[in-house]
Each structure stands twice: as C-alpha cells, then as structure tokens.
C-alpha cells in the first residue's frame, strides 16, 4: 500500500491555510477543560446537597449524554466533511453543508430532547436509579432537556468554526459560555439575597437553567462569528429544512460515527446500572472518580479532535503522507501526556475526592481506581486519537465494525463478570474499562499503521473531483 493520492479537483479559493495540529489542539484542550470544570463545579455543588443528589446529578448526565449521542449522526460527519471540502479548495460545497447542518441539528436536537422530557423516570430506570435518587434526578433530567437543542445548534456551529481552523474564536464563546454558567449555577441552586429581593433556591434545576441560559447566549456569539469570520448568514428556511444532497455525505462518515458512540454509551449505561446493583456509595464514587477520569483524558481527546480536522485538511488536498505522519506525532505526544496526567491525578487522589466528599470510605476506593486509571489511560488515547484520523480519512466503519463486539463483551460483560459475579466491585469494573480500551486501541493502531486507510482516502479525494 502507498500513500499516493488521485488527482485534486479544481481548487475553487486562493488561500488554504495550512492546518497545525499544535495550534489547534490548545485551544481545544482549554476548551474541553472549562467544559470539563463546569461538570466537576456542578457535581460539588450537588455533592453539598447531599450524596444522593450528587449520585442523581451524574446518572441525569449520563442520560444527557447517551441522549445527545445520536446527534454524532451529524457531528461525527459534518467535521470530516467540510475539512476535505475546504482542504481541497471547494468552499461553495463547504458553505453549503454548513447551512445544511443547521436544520438536521435542528430535527436532532427536538429528537433527543422529547425523550428527556416526556419520559424521565423510564430513562433513569433502564439504570437501575436507586430509590433515594430516582426523585432528585428525574427533575433534573427534565430541565435539561430544552437544552439539548441548544446544544445541537452550538455543536453544529462549532464544528463548522473548527473545520475553518477558527479555533480561537470557538475558545473564545466557550469562554464566555461557561463563565457565564459557572457565575449563574451557585446562586441559582442555592439561592442568592440582593438587598431586598430574594432568589430562591432551585436546587438541581437551578443547574439546568443556568446551562440553558449560557447556550442561548452562546448561540448568538456563534451568529455572530459566522457572518463576520466567514461571512455566512443563515437564512430562516437554514433552521428547519433537511437538504438530503449535502447531507448525504455527512449521513456516510456520520452514521458509523454515531453508531459507534452509541455502543459506547450503551455499554457504558450498563457498567452503570452494573456499578448501581452495589449501592449508593458505589454509585457516587463511581460519578467523583469519572469527573476527575475526564479532566485526564482531555489532552488526549483535543489532540484526537484536532487529528481529524488536520487530517480532513490533509486528505482533502491529497498529502497523504503528511497526514500519516501528523497521526503518529500526536499519538506520541497524547500518550506520554495521558500517562503523565493520570500519575499525577492518582497521585493527588486523596485531596481530590475531598472537592466531592469527607467519606474516608469512598475517598480510599477512588484513590484504588484512579490507580489504575493510569494503567487504563494510554489505551484511551490510542482509541482517541487513531479512530477521528480513521474517520478523517474515510474510513469511518471499521472502528463501529470492530469496536462493538469488544464494548459489549469485554466492558459491559466484563464489568458485571468482574464487577458482581467474581465480587470485586468497582477495581472489577475498572478493569473491564482498561481491558477494553487497550483491546479496540491496539486495533486500531494496527488499521492505520498498516495503511488499510488509504483505499478510503482516495475514494474521498475522487468523490470531491466529481462534485
């Protein structure tokens, strides 16, 4: 296999920016990191509520999240597509799947938010809530879910931001955004005395309204930046009309995409209502010890993240060889960063979990766990990193084709055979997490390595010379 690639189609723009992976995995990362801050702010202020509440603010999430999932039918393609569009000069068909994507969002986000809405306590049943959080969290879920539009809308907007290389502008509405929902939770979940008037305490709810509050005013930056960056301007019809030519492609890497998140998530579901049968305790450690487990993988996921816009870059315009080499220089940098911050953070463990909780018993199973986080890490990082390159250049169902029959046997069986059967509790279901990540990452290393992409990247490139 060699790294040649077919003739380019006609260049239809001047300039083409050169991407660097470096330039756009900081902004990302920072970010991810103030995303990544507002969780772990949101899951203490409710671990102040109680234990429970704290419990109920991670399982809503975790709804939230396998919800939001199924927008990874466009945001897993959208990203790929444009970035080959515009690295192969074409920005009218750029231009025209990022107006495209704005009305599926739309669809999308209406799809995932019903659900939430109408059936909140069925959802939290699937995982097994316990009784003392199934009334904290079923309110919660229900808040958050008009948000889930907005956060359709927002996705969109910022993949196209970030396919254009405008990173810093995209970390600058995420600035604002989480500022702005960090300033508003505390008062709002607890209330607030100005003078004579009173705001009264929401509790849970009050997170939601927050967030709801700083994604509309998120949305109008993002207006903002596309008329006056990239000068798009969204017509009213952009909102609301599915136009199926332009999103066909986005439908192809996106649906394998979507499929394969999905199975994550399901899985994951499971290791959670696995991680349920063992009680509340469990359940909140389990909730402290992830949101720290984010903020480690986050160096990771930017770099996978700005893998594939560079890579889409790369493809798009046939360097092929380049591209291969920007995808084994980030997996470097991301594994040795992963490992470094996984030490540090098992190293820091029993200061850490104190931000969420004074229980010495909960505190000293985190601190086991974030053990062997470092030994789970490194996995994730291949998968992080080497799957979004797969999926930039084309070669989207190869990790849903693979990864599948690994999420459900090895984690989601694996955690309850580990976790229940055998009565090794949480140690059990980090274990089957690690086992799983290692196995699909080295899988996946193997695909690229070996070139097995290449035959995709040309199909990309051709099916841009015949648009």
């Not at 709804?63 to 515009?86: C, D, H, M, P, S």
């Amino acid at each position: 296999m060699t790294l040649t690639s077919p003739p380019a189609p006609a260049a239809r723009t001047l300039h083409r920016p050169q991407p660097r992976l470096f330039s756009l995995a900081w902004p990302l990362f920072l970010e991810l990191l103030l995303g990544i801050a507002v969780g772990v702010v949101g899951t203490a202020l409710a671990a102040r509520l109680s234990d429970a509440a704290g419990a109920a603010f991670a399982l809503s999430h975790h709804v939230f999240g396998t919800l939001f999932i199924l927008f990874r039918v466009i945001g897993a393609g959208v990203g790929v597509v444009l970035t080959q569009a515009l690295g192969a000069g074409r920005r009218d068909a750029a231009d025209a799947v990022a107006r495209a994507v704005l009305g599926a969002s739309t669809w999308m986000g209406v799809a995932v938010a019903l659900p939430a809405l109408l059936f909140p306590g069925a959802l939290l049943g699937v995982m097994n809530a316990p009784a003392a959080v199934l009334p904290l969290a079923a309110p919660l879920l229900m808040a958050l879910a008009p948000a889930m539009l907005l956060d359709a809308w927002n996705a969109s907007m910022t993949a196209v931001m970030r396919a254009h290389l405008r990173a810093r502008e995209t970390l600058a509405v995420m600035v604002a955004m989480h500022l702005l929902h960090l300033a508003l939770m505390g008062p709002l979940m607890f209330g607030l005395q100005l003078g004579p008037l009173q705001l009264p305490a929401l509790g849970l709810p009050g997170f939601a309204l927050a967030l709801l509050m700083a994604r509309a005013v998120a949305i109008g930056l993002h207006l903002w930046l596309w008329r006056t960056r990239l000068n798009l301007r969204p017509r009213r019809s952009d909102w609301w009309r599915l136009r199926r030519a332009e999103l066909a492609e986005v439908a192809r890497i996106g649906l394998p995409g979507a499929a394969e998140n999905i199975a994550w998530r399901l899985a994951f579901m499971v290791t959670v209502a696995v991680v349920g049968t063992l009680g509340a305790a469990a359940l909140a450690t389990h909730a402290y010890v992830q949101q720290v487990m984010m903020v480690v993988l986050l160096f990771g996921l930017a770099t996978g993240l700005s893998a594939e816009t560079v890579v889409g870059h790369l493809i798009g315009a046939g360097q092929f060889k380049r591209a291969h080499r920007v995808v084994r220089r980030g997996l470097a940098r991301g594994l040795a960063v992963s490992v470094a911050v996984a030490a540090v953070a098992a190293l820091a463990s029993p200061w850490l979990m104190r931000i969420f909780t004074a229980d010495a018993q909960i505190i000293a199973t985190a601190t086991v766990l974030l053990w062997w986080t470092v030994l789970l890490e490194p996995g994730r990082t291949f998968n992080l990193v080497v799957i979004n390159a797969l999926r930039a250049a084309g070669d989207a169902r190869y990790p849903v084709m693979v990864g599948t029959g690994s999420m459900v046997v090895v984690m989601a069986f694996g955690s309850w055979l580990l976790g229940v059967k055998l009565g090794w509790g949480l140690v059990g279901v980090w274990i089957a997490y690690a086992a799983d990540e290692w196995l699909r990452g080295l899988l996946m290393w193997r695909r690229w390595a070996t070139l097995a992409w290449v035959p995709h990247a040309r199909a990309a490139r051709r099916r841009l010379a015949a648009a």
